[in-house]
């Protein structure tokens, strides 16, 4: 493999201008427009439902560089483009799609890089249907939106497994100040990676003993293989940022400790590992737990693995998983890949409602899983060595909208009915981790435990900390997540420079 040292610093924005003046001339022509109008959005090669179900190889198996050119010619590089408008952290969404069209890789990259650190992820595991991809100009044309997730996954992965490398835009000089970083997840990790960017030396403190938050211990390997996920923190420390881990901040040390040791200010973000329960007779049998324990002993402990790896995880035949969103369809085809031969979704709402990312839904059902909706489960049931052995379920109608806009469930009486299972996991959200906030004096929090910062700068009611991610938002995306982060490092880069 040969290396592609081909960005010098400065170069791709000359080279961005002159490309998009090309482009726009040749959008005039006519024809071109025609046939990018008339050809079909290319579908991801997948694993065979059959086949997958039983393994934790990804799923999704990515675009060849010919396919991935196709689809990158579908994009009409509109005067006003949606997407970019649609996307959290604003990509240049036009620009890396043309660079992928013309070949040019690794300048995709790049370009994907100067606002997103993590774009093999962002490629794979965010909700681009209602994002970037919902606001193509195709869709106005009764056409399918361009694969914008797939071709960004594909840039990323092609320049790693083609060994080239992006020279990424200069750092900046030099500021000395050292930032601490709590929570390694996608928030603090683009924190980190945008302070490191502008010369501040950064550590990032981890509880875990692996960096990535949910990205490691929550989204499953069928989804978010390990060694992607690596190589994207690699690149975050190839940028200085230093991970300690094993260092729960509020027991290793207090941020007091830190401010002592010569952390000039705080980025938070902590995540919302606090599952939520539905407080219903027998939550306390063997065999229901939370989501977050369940996938954390698959994911984390890689109790898939077992007995090579140390932690075990209930191997059944009937599981049931409580939930509608990312969570629960990972939850339920991870049991499915243990081996349950029946995986059922109960969710209290219709399939209309589902916050889980239509992907996953469709990969679900290819696999076998089976839902089953406007269902909650009212109580479980145990043997008499207090182990799960079924659920009596309530059917549910739906009324008028509640706070979220979602119509609220309302139960239908005389409904209940009795299902077996020996695994119950609980998918119905999660709550930010209370050990350090709760014992920051001063740090104002909200209604659910969550801290409460401005939604500019992300700062909160003390002065040098920020906060961000699902430690702000409570259960949100990971894209939201990064954000956060790098509305917080610009903040902190600006208060750092006036004082
Ligand atoms: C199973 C699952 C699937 C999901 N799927 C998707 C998806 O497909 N698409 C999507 O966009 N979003 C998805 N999400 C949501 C998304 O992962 C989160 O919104 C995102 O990870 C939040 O990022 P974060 O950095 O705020 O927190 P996290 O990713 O939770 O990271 C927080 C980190 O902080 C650490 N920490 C906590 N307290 C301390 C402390 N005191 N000291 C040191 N470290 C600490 C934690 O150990 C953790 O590593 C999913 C979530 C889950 C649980």
Redesign the pocket.
Known sequence: MSKDNILEPGLKEKLSRQREQEWRKALRRDVSARKRLESRRHKMPEQPAAQRAANFLEVNQGYSLEMAREEAQRCLDCGDPGCVSGCPVAIDIPTFIKYIESGEIALALATLRETNGLPAI?G????QEVQCEKNCNLIKAGKEPVAIGHLERFAADYVRSNDQTVIESACGQAQGEKIAV?????????AAADLARLGYQVTV????H???????????EF??PRSILNQEIDFIRSLGVEIKTN??????ATLTDLSQAGYRAFF??????LPSFMNVPGENLLGVCS??EY?TRV?LMKAFKFPEYDTPVPVVKKAAVIGG???A???VRTALRLGAKEAVVYYRRSRVEMP??VE?VKHAEEEGIRFNFLTAPVRYVGDDRGRLKGLVLQRLTLGEPDASGRRRPVPVPGSEFEVEAELAVV?IG?SP?P???RQVEGLKLGRWGNIEADPVTMATSLEGIYA??????G????????G??RRAARAIDQLLRKC
């Open positions: 962002c794979r595991v965010c909700p709590v929570g390694s997840g996608p928030a603090g990790l683009t403190f981890e509880g875990l692996l960096p990535g938050g949910v990205l490691t211990y929550g989204i499953p989804r978010l260092f729960l901040v509020g027991r290793t938070i973000g902590t995540g919302a590992g989501a977050n996938l994911n969103g990312n969570v369809m990972d939850a889980a990312r996953e998918a999660q981790n050990l350090l906030i961000g991610g699902d430690a702000v938002r259960g949100a995306t990971v894209i939201l997540a990064m956060d982060g």
